[in-house]
């Protein structure tokens, strides 16, 4: 499976260090594929898919030059540069939102190790009772509280 680690994470597989070594870490680079066999890059096959390029001798999908996305390796929500890495684990994670009042549940987020599902979920924002974006209180004013869990793919 792809996953995008931000700069930190890909130096410090790559190198051992990052130059945020020098002055400090918002988090511990890699720190959530501790225990997971990851290489950097995609497999072969997977530059075939509809989402990347095709050409694997010549691309450059490999790079996000630019991302908002959370880093799968250390949690970081700095927003950059995000590196394709492939995640050897024949376990994965979803994320599930839970209704409460309606009993409705539905998958939010699929592929995720463990470690990175867990992440998400200890977010404040992913429950009603700790939210504080707005997109989180209209949720609950709209369909009464809820929260995220995670379970084991099958």
Same mark, same amino acid.
């Given at each position: 499976?792809? +996953?995008? /680690?931000? +700069?930190?994470?890909? *130096? ?10 020098? /002055?400090?870490?918002? #988090?511990?680079?890699?720190? *959530?594929? /501790? ?6 890059? +995609?497999?072969?096959? #997977?530059? *075939?898919?509809?989402?990347? &390029?095709?050409? /694997?001798?010549? &691309?450059? &999908? ?8 959370? &880093? ?14 492939? *995640? ?7 994320? +599930? ?58």
């Amino acid at each position: 499976m792809t +996953i995008w /680690v931000c +700069i930190d994470c890909m *130096l410090h597989h790559a190198n051992g260090e990052c130059g945020g070594c020098f /002055v400090g870490h918002d #988090e511990e680079p890699l720190s *959530l594929l /501790v225990g997971q066999d990851f290489a950097m890059g +995609i497999m072969r096959g #997977e530059h *075939l898919g509809e989402n990347f &390029c095709g050409d /694997v001798d010549d &691309c450059d &999908c490999e790079t996000n030059t630019y991302s908002t996305s959370q &880093c799968e390796g250390c949690g970081s929500w700095l927003h950059g540069e995000r590196h394709a890495f492939t *995640l050897f684990s024949e376990t994965t994670y979803k994320v +599930i939102r839970h209704f409460r009042d309606s009993g409705r549940r539905f998958t939010i987020k699929t592929g995720l190790t463990q470690a990175l599902a867990q992440a998400h979920c200890s977010d404040p924002e992913t429950s009603s009772s700790t939210c504080t974006n707005e997109a989180g209180k209209r949720r609950t004013r709209r369909s009464g509280p809820w929260f995220d869990g995670w379970t084991e793919e099958h």
